[in-house]
């Protein structure tokens, strides 16, 4: 989870149209980031934007990922506070990243459904989150497990967090120990993330975008921007076009059933 400290006191002293732009500055650089990464983007709430990985597709490293992701994103975001500054606002990034079991699935009644996603882990994460400073990205122990190889880390010692009843060890990711990013496509298919290409594979069996959302469970408006951003990505104006090029890029068998 990451969300923007001093957000609260910006809100109340600001014109709604300009919170309004400011978190859509906010949402459009870091959701980018998100796809770079091929994370799951779960929720928008407000400031605060909450990311999965290793669902519903596969990860193989979802606390690297998650880190890597983190660490693009408060680069990215002190481009944004920089400029924000100017105009008098003072909003910084903030995260918390946690790993464990979740139970994850469709919630909600026939008009509304969400995807969500419920445990101690998703507790965790906000509670780091709320817990970060300015700047700060805050990992638990089984994060920092699978990646204090990889980053330099500040350890904090148990923290007593929100929502939990009991000290958790904490560590702050400082920087990178080497530069790490995701790999450069190999092929034009991978100018797609997962997710996008099995989107695309859907299109050329023809599926509407509320057949797609019922088909990989995720909300119609998730749907309708996965196949946006393909159009954007590929540089399409159709969805005929779409299918044409995942039938041309065998994409049209790929998708789950």
């Known amino acids: 989870m990451c969300s923007l ?5 910006f809100s109340e002293m600001t014109e709604p149209e300009e919170v309004l732009a400011i ?19 779960h929720r ?3 400031e605060q934007l909450t990311v999965l990985f290793n669902d519903p597709l596969p990860c193989p490293d979802p606390g690297q990922r998650a880190v890597e992701l983190a660490l693009d994103m408060r680069d990215r975001a002190r481009e944004l506070s ?16 946690a790993m464990g079991y979740a139970t994850l699935g469709k919630i909600g009644v026939e008009a509304r459904f969400e995807y969500e996603a419920v445990g101690t882990v998703m507790d965790l994460a906000a509670g780091l989150c709320a817990e970060a400073a300015p700047n700060q990205i805050l990992i638990g122990q089984r994060v920092f497990a699978k990646v204090g190889n990889d980053v330099q880390t500040e350890a904090l010692g148990d923290l007593d967090l929100r929502d939990l009843g009991h000290p958790v060890t904490v560590c702050s990711v400082v920087a990178r120990k080497r530069p790490v990013r995701p790999p450069s496509p190999q092929d034009d298919t991978l100018v ?3 997710r996008e290409r099995e989107v695309a594979a859907l299109i050329a069996r023809g599926y509407s ?13 998730t749907a ?5 951003h393909i159009l954007d990505k590929l540089g399409f104006d159709t969805r005929a076009q779409i299918a044409a090029w995942a039938a041309e890029h065998h994409l049209a068998g790929a998708a789950s059933t």
Do not use: M, P, S
């Open 5 to 9: 400290r001093g957000f609260a006191a």
């Open 23 to 41: 978190l859509h500055q906010h949402h459009e650089a870091l959701a980018e980031l998100v796809f770079r990464y091929e994370g799951t983007l």
């Open 44 to 46: 928008f709430a407000g």
């Open 82 to 97: 920089g400029g924000w500054r100017k105009l008098g606002h003072q909003l910084e990034f903030v995260a918390g990243i």
């Open 192 to 194: 797609l993330t997962a």
């Open 209 to 221: 975008n509320r057949d797609i959302a019922n088909e990989l469970v995720i909300a119609d408006g």
């Open 224 to 228: 309708a921007n996965h196949v946006q």
